[in-house]
Each structure stands twice: as structure tokens, then as C-alpha cells.
């Protein structure tokens, strides 16, 4: 079992930052990948950004250039530095960790952060 606890979310203007933590603890495995989707009322849960053990990322285009994930191997703990925020950036950021295993996929999930952008 993985458990994973999020901070940083919060209320900001247009053009602020935020910076979301997420810790994993339980039964973690060296290789995985840690990130952030967010889900918007109405809309799709979309990956925002993504990070292997190994240093590989992903980014959604809208984001790239404005976020920079990051990654704490020793203590299990991502970062989503988030920068130049727009409010339809607004949403619920929810940290998720994924593993596989004998070819099965194994994904747990954060309890969600608010993000809000005012204009």
C-alpha cells in the first residue's frame, strides 16, 4: 500500500506561483513515476506533468514553460513548481504514484488540492 499526502494548493491571481509537495510513504518500489493530473468540474482528468525515478518527464503542452516538476528520490516526495498561472489553470491537482509489476499496472492517488486562479 502507498500513501501519499499533498500541500501547497491555495487561492492566487493570474501570473502568481504555487508550489505543490506530494510525499509517498507505504510500500514503494525504486522505480516508478510520480506526477500531477488535475480534473477541472465537467472535464477529463488530464496528466499535467510526469516524472520517472530515472529523471524522465512529460508535460501537457498548455503547461510546458511555466511548470517544472521535480523529484526527491530519497524521500519519495515530487514538486510541481507552477509559475505564470492562468485561471484555467484552475482545478483539483491530485498527486498520483505508478508502478508496474509483472506487467500489471499499479496506480494510487493523492486526495486532490484545490487550485484556484482569480483574474
Excluded at 516524472?51 to 508535460?59: A, C, F, K, L
Excluded at 501537457?60 to 511555466?66: A, E, N, Y
Amino acid at each position: 500500500q502507498v500513501q501519499l499526502v499533498e500541500s501547497g494548493g491555495g487561492l492566487v491571481q493570474a501570473g502568481g506561483s504555487l508550489r505543490l509537495s506530494c510525499a509517498a510513504s507505504g510500500s514503494i518500489f525504486s522505480r516508478n513515476t510520480m506526477g500531477w493530473y488535475r480534473q477541472a468540474p465537467g472535464k477529463q482528468r488530464e496528466l499535467v506533468a510526469a516524472m520517472t525515478s530515472g529523471g524522465s518527464t512529460n508535460y501537457v503542452d498548455s503547461v510546458k514553460g511555466r511548470f517544472t516538476i521535480s523529484r526527491d528520490n530519497a524521500k519519495n516526495t515530487v514538486y510541481l513548481q507552477m509559475n505564470t498561472l492562468k485561471p484555467e489553470d484552475t482545478a483539483v491537482y491530485l498527486c498520483n504514484y505508478r508502478r508496474e509489476w509483472n506487467n500489471v499496472v499499479y496506480n494510487y492517488w493523492g486526495q486532490g488540492t484545490q487550485v484556484t486562479v482569480s483574474s
